[in-house]
């Protein structure tokens, strides 16, 4: 291979020349320039495959012909290779995407962009102390040019400001230096490491100010005011490079002054990161300014990586693998970003809409986001698995929780910015795409799949790109041109061709997701059918959300039902995001989602004990103390998606929100797998004690709570599809209450509720989106006596609704029937009060659904609706049927799972004589419960038809009013706070404190975040101060620890 | 505002003391050597037989930490090409030159006699830098010195930037073509014993240094004179 | 406990003595309630004169689907309600359809005819309608709530949800009752009845004065007539059930005559002493004097 | 003397950024920062200093065979006039910056340069 | 011999420090120009103190660059800030606090 000394003789090189070429020459040293950097990346990228595919060992560059420490040295190993190559890829997109103002601004900025570029090379590639000192300021002095780049005036100021701060960082870099050879007697770095006893004990003043100086360089908090400056008004393709080159290029500084220092100053990487990485994405929370968020992003990532850095001893050879990971996926996913801001007219986030207009750039900028919020496939995604396992295995929890904590707050913001994205208002002026400035954006997106490909093919786990269904998912991206209902038509066969190849395989509990999942999801698909055109955005996202479901079921390890949990959750996010008005409940949605997200990584974590993965089953292993604490996390993850009370307030909207087809899929479907997640919990950790206190204990008044609370609040609802949403609460918490009753019947209640909360959510919510749809309002006020306009709408609500209550003879009935011999073995009375409560309380919401909207009066702008779409009514049919089957034969679904539970509560099984079902205290025939009903009621209802044969049908009020309808029917349809006398005696309970916690808690954060970042005055001698202040109480911190 | 001053004093003395903390322990701590290091040492040892330079600090200016050099050279070089970036940063091309005062007949003759001397007295600074103190940089900056007086006497009078340009890519692509040639023929980048060593003490020995450093003089000149003439053509506002 | 096509006519018989019983019950406590209002009341059989009366008429109007179908979801619901739980105790031919499910059965099914008359109201499209069922599903939540207690208690009490083993389990002499080994709960649950019985002080939600203007004169002729056969067989279905978890159930039709009597009697006693709440004052009253003796008596087996 | 050289290096240096820390013109801003620039290669050639040896230039007094005895340590020198020259070179550019910052608003007060901020 | 040069050392050093401090406004509220020019002479005394510290060739540099360039630099642009304010527009901001 070429010697890596020549990235940096091409680039000087080709700098000096540019002198040669006359002003008007601008095309010629342009080319010139390209060329170098062409040369430059395929240095880097021969090395890199040296290293990858032959596996070579790191060669030592010797200058002038003598050997280290007596002349420079450089290295080129595999981290140097592919450093190097991240930053000269950058540097060429960038240039790339910078020719009009190359062009403009002649040969010295080139130049300029050509040794910025070999400076950070230098900075890798170097093992000499003091040269890295010249390339850092050669780098730093690049960098105060390159500011210039920008149209904006401002960047002036900021590039003044960088200066004051960088030669206060070299002054301190300097004295450091000096005095580290003073007491090594060398300059180069490895030969610092070795002699380096006094430098390795942590108090050394000289190698603190060195690491300090270096450090200053990656923006640490709060001396990095400077540097937002810089972000917010260089141009983003320098930005790219400032974020992405120069970021990986100081933080391996940083390694290799840790390589100097030895373990001893481990702590203070770790500290200075943490601090950084959290303070960061706090104070972006306020950010309006796209560029200012990005850097305060970066800044946070690159903390983030140092706190990695300052990890190493117990990362091992996990070390490249992670720090990498989140390094590689930082470094594309901003510089894309940056690109992508430059083809944006204006500067505020919601201005970012004009992506809508290219389908393409918003799918740049999903990957771009989930890259840095460490979704999979990306690298982030493996890389943060990685990190939690060893951490929570060396017992560092507390840094754990912090990162996870800044990570959740940078979600926050990055996926609040994608929502303004999809909903706010296209602004005037269109994205300005000119293929050179497109193509580093769409580089930055290849590149990043390909990173995922890699990690995923080095994680040492399943490359989740090879897996079928996210494949299949992923396949829809491919397929957007096509109209919306050959996709769907596809859709639907590859989820049942999945699940005839597949369903062997699942054991009979997991058969009954898989069912729901694969089946049900494409009987949701059929109403799908009735929307028209391409429908872009939609079945790529919902197909994650099944793909992510799939895969969840069929994880066995640890790793692969995490990553199915992330990739649901994100799949769910789009779908639900894609409703009207859904934007803040999305958000809170994703929220919360990857909160639990977190907690459920911290709980797998903690539970593998270092290992890299581990059998989902061998969580029955774990003992005290660890055991309750795991259980805590996990269940506290599930239930933020079972949204149990206190986690729930995302729910009502992004399940009201959602259109018509997505609000059964999240509600109907997605819900389930924070049950499966908990089944799988308790089945493998069973009950837990902590402090004495009885988990599922806790597990059971979370139900009860749930149930009640969500039962309530449904109804004092006015909108149809919250009030479902509201519901959906209250029965997840039945079904958490059963799971946490810990016996036989009380999970066959549970799989009982998840199986009828699937057809009957579903059907409701395709009943009312439907009806929504037609009258143009989800408020319930707004219809009334749609019953003959919409008479399958109606049925399909009536069935659902008795469904819904538990009455006989309908499926319902049959949870509540195993609910009560469930509780009847269990020991636990008092959270069984609240669901007493709770269960009647169901029968007012679902009363209001139906009368409001079908019963009453009609009003007058309704008289000429028709019944919902063909597509709509169609599931609502078939729903209908299956509740009746499933009503009168149970045992079709449960039985087998009755006997599979046996294996985990071998008492308390029921007994499936002919058609009667019996249990040790009671016993339920639901044939002859049918039979019996319907021949009542049918010849009850056939003698009323015959002696009324020959009634016609009347106008309402023919009889009260005399035939004279009141004038408006707004008046007298009694809709509107129905159950007012309720809400005076119980309304107090349904106060919103969880929705006053949260936002109470957001604006918190908000408000201080506000205030802090006016640290950040503006002022470049403020600045300096921060810089002082910033060395002078690490320092103390540091000593004084 | 005086009292936010004193404050702002106050803070700054604060901060200080505490560095001033962190360098008063340095400095007590501080034992001098009573020997060189084995690095020094080696430089003392081996200067004279490998390089051939009198100077120590020349031969490991130029040779041994010849890569530290170059890197100085360029930012030398981005210096002023970014002092060019600067001042016309913002700006439309060809507005019209300011008007300044004419200045004194002394300063204009003196000027164009001393001129030539004061380079001439920096390309000898540089073309000895192997033998005695000096070297490129300072002969170099000497040689600005000169550029600056011409500067002075004639403050309209444009320096060829086609000239200076030129002469700062010859001197920097040529200080790069020996190095490689040094990592071509010797033993690596910037190895100056392409030539021969000579005799130590003559102004013709130490390989290619003398050559080398003329190129960095050449070049550090070049480069403070485009900035100072980067700076002196700045047009009114 | 198996299916037996004998049982249908056996359950019809039942059904037509309660039918009966039901009407003159009827009939004589509000007969007693007049009497207690110092007028005059009545006749025993006035029932039976409205019933035929209204069976006899045609209707020639209807209101739509709904309209037909709330009385015919209200007379199946109790119907079917008498129907599931044994009349007798210790009886083949008053089992009923006992065999189709247990207590938790019978619990929910009382729903199934309220739920279906709030619809056929609903149809009718008058505010009031929907404005007494609005109140009716409210009072109903809380005053529900003691009885669940109990009846969770009594299952608790004798280990199972089949009324006849708790019917079987009181037997034995008077101090078997629920009565007497679970005061608590059936205490609860008395309280509870009050409520559910329409009767004051809960009756606001028919509020004679000015809900009936709602659905019952919508209701006309033979859908009337409906309703007017559920009246005579749900309260005392409803009492069956009490009956038979707190009371020790009935071994031969006197007894159940008796008890049954005995039991409505108490809602009139109560009626005729007491004013009428509203809603919100009673959902408040149920969950501060009821309820707390419901979770005691859950606590307490 | 060594250490009053050294101690007047970081005195230097304190200076300078107490200097650049309470003058708010940009131009004594840079005056202060290339102050401290003097007193950190003061630090530097005082930390390669040795007492009683001189230059690290061979002649005839000092020869090479003698020189490591004689010579003081050559490396921080060379140091030193590498960290001048940068140091000059960033100081010329700030100086062009602050040419442009007084073109835009016609002030060197630095407290008026903060329309990036937050 | 010795004593001698740190006695002048002492006093180099003294000297570097009060024009120093001059220099920043510590010692009298000198103009600008004063000041540059006090940072010349920081500059220049230390190369005198590189000399005696046996350092001619940073000396040398520092004379020449440190002292002599950048001290022209200075000038350079005051004189042209200066030419520009013809308006007597504030200079130093500090005069307006």
């Not at chain 3, 499910?101 to 709030?118: K, R, V, W």
């Not at chain 5, 590189?50 to 940073?58: K, Q």
Request: hydrophobic share 55%.
């Amino acid at each position: 291979m070429v010697s890596a000394l020549y990235i940096l003789i091409a680039a000087l090189g080709a700098a000096f020349f540019l002198g040669f070429l006359k002003d008007g020459m601008r095309a010629t040293a342009y080319a010139l320039t390209l060329a170098a950097l062409v040369f430059m990346n395929f240095i880097s990228a021969g090395w890199v495959w040296v290293f990858v595919v032959d596996g070579a060992a790191p060669v030592e560059i010797l200058t002038s012909g003598f050997p280290p420490p007596f002349a420079i040295n450089l290295r080129m190993g595999l981290t140097e290779a592919a450093l190097t190559l991240l930053v000269n890829l950058s540097g060429l997109l960038s240039a790339l995407y910078l020719k009009d103002v190359l062009l403009a601004l002649g040969r010295r900025s080139m130049a300029v962009l050509l040794i910025a570029v070999m400076a950070l090379c230098g900075i890798i590639l170097t093992r000499d102390i003091f040269n890295l000192f010249v390339f850092f300021e050669l780098a730093a002095i690049a960098t105060a040019g390159l500011i210039l780049l920008s149209e904006d005036k401002r960047a002036l100021s900021a590039g003044f400001k960088y200066m004051i701060v960088a030669q206060a960082i070299s002054v301190l870099l300097l004295i450091g230096i000096i005095f580290s050879y003073h007491a090594t007697g060398t300059l180069n770095i490895d030969g610092m490491a070795e002699a380096s006893t006094e430098l390795k004990t942590g108090a050394s003043i000289a190698f603190f100010l060195m690491f300090i100086a270096v450090v200053a360089e990656l923006k640490p908090f709060p001396a990095n005011g400077w540097a937002l400056d810089i972000y917010e008004s260089a141009h983003p393709a320098f930005s790219a490079i400032f974020s992405a080159a120069s970021g990986a290029a100081f933080l391996f500084a940083a390694d290799k002054l840790l390589h100097i220092g030895g373990a001893a100053w481990f702590p203070l990487a770790t500290g200075i990161g943490i601090v950084t990485f959290v303070a960061a994405n706090l104070l972006a929370l306020p950010q309006t300014n796209d560029r200012r968020l990005l850097g305060y992003s970066s800044i946070a990532q690159t903390g983030l990586v140092l706190a990695v850095l300052g990890q190493q001893d117990i990362l091992g050879d996990r070390y490249l693998f992670v720090a990498g990971g989140l390094l590689f996926a930082h470094s594309i996913a901003k510089a894309g970003l940056y690109w992508l801001s430059g083809l944006i007219a204006g500067r505020e986030l919601p201005d970012w809409a004009a992506l809508r207009s290219r389908p393409l750039l918003i799918f740049a900028f999903v990957t771009f986001i989930a890259m840095l919020s460490g979704l999979p496939p990306f690298p982030g995604f493996y890389a943060k698995w990685e990190l939690a396992r060893l951490l929570a295995g060396e017992g560092r929890i507390a840094l754990l929780a912090l990162i996870l904590f800044g990570a959740l707050l940078e979600a926050g913001y990055l996926f609040r910015w994608f929502g303004y994205i999809i909903k706010r208002e296209q602004p005037a002026q269109r994205v300005a795409c000119t293929p050179h400035k497109l193509a580093p954006v769409i580089a930055a997106v290849v590149a990043g799949w390909a990173l995922g490909y890699l990690w995923g093919d080095l994680s040492g786990h399943a490359n989740l790109l090879l897996a079928v269904p996210l494949l299949f998912a992923l396949s829809f991206l491919l397929l957007e041109w096509l109209p919306a209902w050959i996709k769907n038509t596809l859709a639907i066969a590859g989820m049942v061709a999945f699940f005839v190849l597949t369903y062997a395989e699942y054991d009979p509990l997991r058969l009954i997701f898989s069912v729901i999942i694969l089946i049900g999801g494409p009987i949701i698909f059929l109403a799908s059918y009735h929307e028209h055109g391409r429908r872009i955005g939609f079945y790529p996202a919902a197909m994650l959300m099944y793909a992510g479901l799939t895969l969840l079921i069929r994880a066995n390890d640890s790793f692969g039902f995490f990553a199915a949990w992330e990739m649901l959750t994100v799949g769910s996010y789009f779908l639900i995001l894609r409703g009207k008005h859904s934007e803040p409940h999305a958000l809170s949605y994703i929220i919360f989602s990857l909160g639990g997200a977190f907690m459920i990584l911290a709980g797998f974590a903690l539970a593998a004990q270092g290992a890299p993965q581990f059998d989902l089953a061998s969580l029955s292993l774990l003992t005290q103390p660890l055991a309750p604490w795991v259980f805590i996390l996990l269940a506290l993850g599930f239930m933020t998606k079972t949204a149990a009370i206190g986690l729930h307030i995302w729910l009502p909207g992004a399940h009201g929100e959602a259109e018509t087809d997505v609000s059964p899929m999240v509600s109907g479907i997605l819900l389930k797998a924070g049950l499966f997640g908990l089944i799988v919990l308790l089945m493998t950790m069973g009950k837990q004690q902590l402090y004495g206190i009885e988990l599922t204990h806790v597990l059971l008044w979370i139900g009860a709570l749930s149930a009640l609370l969500g039962n309530l609040m449904a109804i004092f609802e006015e909108d149809a599809k919250r009030l479902l949403a509201y519901s959906s609460i209250g029965q997840m918490g039945y079904a958490v209450f059963g799971l946490a009753l810990m016996n036989h019947l009380g999970w066959l209640m549970a799989l009982m509720f998840v199986i009828n909360h699937y057809i009957y959510k579903s059907m409701l919510f395709l009943s009312a989106g439907g009806v929504a749809k037609r009258t143009g309002t989800r408020d319930m006020y707004r219809m009334g006596g749609l019953i003959t306009l919409m008479p399958l709408s109606f049925i399909a609500t009536l069935i659902g609704i008795i469904a819904v209550s538990g009455v006989p003879p309908l499926s319902g009935f049959g949870g509540r029937w195993i609910f009560y011999n469930a509780i009847l073995s269990s020991d636990v009375r008092l959270p069984m009060v609240i669901l007493f409560f709770a269960g009647p309380i169901a029968f007012l919401y679902l009363f209001r659904l139906i009368h409001t909207i079908f019963l009453g009066q009609l009003k007058d702008e309704h008289r000429k609706l028709k019944e919902a779409p063909f597509w709509i009514i169609l599931p609502q049919m078939i729903f209908v049927v299956l509740l009746l089957v499933f009503a009168v034969a149970p045992g079709l679904a449960l039985r087998r799972v009755d006997t599979y539970l046996n294996q985990f509560f071998p008492e308390g099984g029921l007994n499936w004589a002919g058609t009667t079902i019996s249990s040790n205290y009671g016993y339920w025939n639901p044939v002859a419960i049918m039979i019996t009903v319907c021949v009542i009621f049918g010849s009850l209802f056939a003698w009323l038809l015959f002696v009324n044969r020959k009634a016609q049908k009347v106008k309402q009020f023919n009889i009260v009013f005399a035939g004279e309808r009141p004038y408006r029917p707004e008046t007298t349809h009694f809709a509107w706070n129905f159950f007012a006398p309720y809400r005076k005696a119980l309304g107090f309970m349904v106060q919103p404190f969880v929705t006053r916690f949260w936002s109470g808690l957001t604006d918190l954060l908000h408000a201080a975040a506000d205030l802090s970042r006016r640290l950040y005055n503006g002022n470049g001698q403020t600045y300096a101060f921060h810089f002082i202040a910033f060395v002078v109480v690490v320092y103390f911190l540091w000593t004084g620890v | 505002m005086t009292g936010k001053n004193m404050i702002k004093r106050l803070l700054a003395l604060l901060l200080l003391a505490s560095i001033g903390a962190m360098f008063a322990s340095l400095l007590l701590a501080y034992v001098p050597d009573t020997d060189l290091n084995f690095t020094a040492r080696y430089y003392a040892e081996h200067t004279a037989a490998d390089i051939g330079a009198a100077n120590i600090v020349t031969a490991i200016i130029v040779t041994y930490r010849g890569l530290d050099t170059l890197g100085e050279v360029t930012v030398l070089f981005l210096a002023s090409g970014i002092v060019g970036l600067v001042l016309s940063f913002g700006r439309k091309q060809n507005t019209t030159l300011r008007n300044l005062v004419p200045v004194g007949e002394l300063l204009t003759t003196a000027s164009q006699y001393l001129a030539p001397i004061i380079m001439l007295l920096g390309v000898y600074v540089f073309v000895n830098g192997h033998l005695t103190p000096g070297g490129g940089f300072q002969g170099g900056a000497i040689i600005a010195s000169g550029m600056l007086l011409l500067l002075l006497s004639d403050p309209l009078k444009r320096f060829s930037h086609t000239l200076i340009a030129t002469v700062e890519s010859f001197s920097g692509v040529g200080y790069i073509a020996l190095g490689l040639v040094g990592l071509v023929l010797a033993g690596g980048f910037l190895d100056s014993r392409i030539l021969p060593n000579g005799v130590l003490g003559e102004l013709i020995s130490a390989g290619a240094i003398p050559l080398i450093y003329s190129l960095i003089g050449l070049k550090v000149g070049a480069e403070f004179s485009s900035m100072l003439t980067s700076l002196s053509e700045t047009e009114d506002l | 406990m198996e299916f037996d096509w004998m049982k249908i006519p056996y359950a019809l018989l039942t059904l037509f003595i309660v039918v009966n019983y039901g009407f003159l019950l009827n009939a004589l406590i509000q007969k007693i309630a007049a009497r207690v209002g110092r007028r005059y009341g009545i006749p025993i059989w006035q029932n039976y004169v409205d019933l035929i009366k209204n069976y006899g008429l045609r209707s020639s109007i209807t209101h739509g689907a709904m309209f037909y179908l709330g009385p015919v979801f209200r007379l199946s619901g109790g119907v079917g309600l008498l129907l599931f739980v044994p009349a007798i105790y210790g009886s083949y031919m008053f089992s009923n359809l006992s065999f189709a499910g247990d207590l938790i059965l019978a619990l929910y099914f009382i729903f199934f005819g309220t739920l279906g008359m709030a619809l056929g109201a609903g149809e009718s499209g008058h505010p009031y309608a929907a404005i007494g069922v609005s109140r009716g599903l409210s009072q109903v939540t809380t005053s529900e709530l003691p009885l669940a207690l109990a009846v969770f208690s009594v299952a608790l009490q004798y280990q199972t949800l089949s009324v006849t083993e708790i019917v079987a389990a009181q037997q034995g002499g008077i101090l078997n009752w629920t009565l007497f080994t679970n005061p608590v709960a059936v205490a609860a649950a008395m309280l509870s009845f009050l409520g559910s019985m329409m009767r004051p002080p809960f009756d606001v939600v028919l509020a004679p004065q000015e809900i009936p203007i709602g659905p019952p004169t919508e209701y006309h002729s033979s859908y009337l007539a409906l309703m007017q056969t559920n009246r005579a067989i749900f309260p005392v279905a409803k009492i069956v059930i009490y009956m038979n978890l707190f009371f020790g159930g009935a071994s031969d039709w006197p007894t159940f005559f008796l008890k049954v009597f005995l039991i409505y009697l108490w809602s009139a006693f109560v009626g005729v002493v007491f004013p009428r709440f509203r809603v919100e004052q009673s959902i408040r009253w149920f969950l501060i004097w009821a309820v707390p003796l419901g979770i005691l008596s859950i606590l307490m087996v | 003397m060594v250490y009053i050289a050294m101690a007047t290096g970081f005195l230097l240096i304190l200076i300078g950024f107490y200097g650049a820390l309470t003058n708010r013109n940009l131009l004594r801003m840079i005056v202060a920062f290339s102050i401290a620039d003097t007193g950190i290669n003061l630090v530097i050639i005082s930390v390669g200093y040795l007492p009683g040896r001189t230059a690290p230039i061979l002649d005839t007094t000092v020869t090479a065979a003698a020189a490591a005895a004689r010579i003081i340590d050559p490396v921080p020198q060379a140091l030193v006039l590498t960290a001048i020259v940068i140091g000059v070179g960033v100081t010329a550019l700030m100086l062009a910056y602050t040419l442009k910052l007084y073109e835009k608003k016609r002030t060197l007060d630095i407290a008026k340069f903060t329309e990036l901020k937050w | 011999m010795s004593g001698l040069m740190t006695a002048m050392t002492a006093v180099l050093c003294i000297a570097m420090l009060v024009a120093a401090l001059v220099a920043i406004r510590v010692l009298g509220d000198k103009s600008l120009p004063i000041a540059i020019l006090a940072a010349g002479l920081v500059s220049l005394l230390a190369s005198v103190l590189f000399l005696i510290l046996a350092s001619p060739d940073v000396a040398m540099t520092e004379a020449a660059i440190g002292s002599g360039l950048s001290t022209f630099l200075f000038f350079f642009v005051l004189a042209r800030i200066r030419s520009w304010e013809k308006g007597e527009r504030e200079y130093d901001g500090e005069k307006h606090d």
